[in-house]
Each structure stands twice: as structure tokens, then as C-alpha cells.
């Protein structure tokens, strides 16, 4: 909340909706996301709903440690793509490179990819990459991978202005 009002923004509606995490770098997918994925649309209709009847609530007090904490992890991402590894079994698709929101990603003159350390930490790469070559430290390799199943690469290509 600060934050937004040190940008002289003001928040009128704020909901907090329970989803899972997939966040590959820190937890491994559940067996029950597909059903959460479903119980989350449906505890998100009414949500849509009032933003949609431009509803106003009062949101929720952001604590001072919250802000603290916010402020030192937010330094923390952009280098934190020194710890991606990208291994052999990388076909040079160039996926990843059109899937990172901030153009973090390049292909070397091989056209296998590097990271640019400025990453915000989406892991689209991690979580598209075909070939599960894209992986943090020694974490990732053998955790599952998430995309929403009516979301595909070439949707975010498209975003991020690839074709």
C-alpha cells in the first residue's frame, strides 16, 4: 500500500484469492492443481464481478516489516538468473528467449540462450521449455512444470512482442 500511494495511487478494491504456487524455483507442483486451478476460477467469478460493478472495499494494511521485506527481495531477482543452467539437452528453440517478459534472455551465436541479469524471476522459462533444459541451481530438474492449458508460449511471444 505505500507504495501505491508514494505513486499517488489509489487502490479501491483488493481481494486476496488462494492459488497454488508455481514457483519452481521454491516448491514443487501438487498432484491437485488442476483442481485447484478449477476451484480458483470459481472463487474468482465474483471478484471479476465487482471490479467489473467498479465495487469499492477497504483493502487490507500493508505492516511495515511487509514493506521491509518487499523492499529487499524486489533487489534480489535481476541477478539471480546466475544460478539458471541451461543443459545439453537445450534444442536451441528459442522458447524461453520469447517467453521472458523483460527480453532477459538471449541466444548466443550456437543458439543456445544466456541470461542478461536483469530477470524478474516469472520463470517462463523454466516452466515452457520444452526439454526441460532450463533449470535453478539444483533445484528444479526434477520438479514439475506448470502452464496454464489455455495459455501457450506463442500467446506470451505475442505479448512480448515476438512473432
Excluded at 539471480?80 to 524461453?96: E, F, L, P, Q, T
Excluded at 532450463?134 to 506448470?146: H, M, V
Amino acid at each position: 500500500m505505500t507504495r501505491l500511494k508514494r505513486q499517488n495511487i489509489t487502490l479501491h478494491y483488493a481481494k486476496a484469492i488462494d492459488m497454488f504456487s508455481n514457483y519452481v524455483i521454491t516448491y514443487d507442483m501438487r498432484d491437485t492443481v488442476e483442481a485447484e486451478t478449477k476451484q480458483s476460477e470459481i472463487d474468482f467469478a465474483p471478484i471479476l464481478q465487482a471490479i467489473k460493478n467498479r465495487e469499492k472495499n477497504q483493502p487490507p494494511r500493508t505492516e511495515p516489516l511487509q514493506e521491509i521485506v518487499y523492499w529487499l527481495l524486489i533487489r534480489l531477482p535481476p541477478r539471480m538468473d546466475r544460478h539458471y543452467s541451461v543443459s545439453d539437452a537445450c534444442v536451441k528453440c528459442g522458447i524461453c528467449e520469447k517467453v521472458c517478459p523483460v527480453h532477459n534472455i538471449g541466444l548466443g551465436a550456437s543458439g543456445k540462450p544466456y541470461f542478461k541479469h536483469r530477470c524478474e524471476q516469472c520463470v517462463a522459462c523454466i516452466q515452457f521449455c520444452p526439454q526441460r533444459a532450463i533449470n535453478y541451481k539444483d533445484k528444479t530438474q526434477s520438479r514439475k512444470r506448470y502452464t496454464h492449458p489455455d495459455i501457450k508460449y506463442t500467446d506470451l511471444a505475442k505479448l512480448n512482442g515476438c512473432t
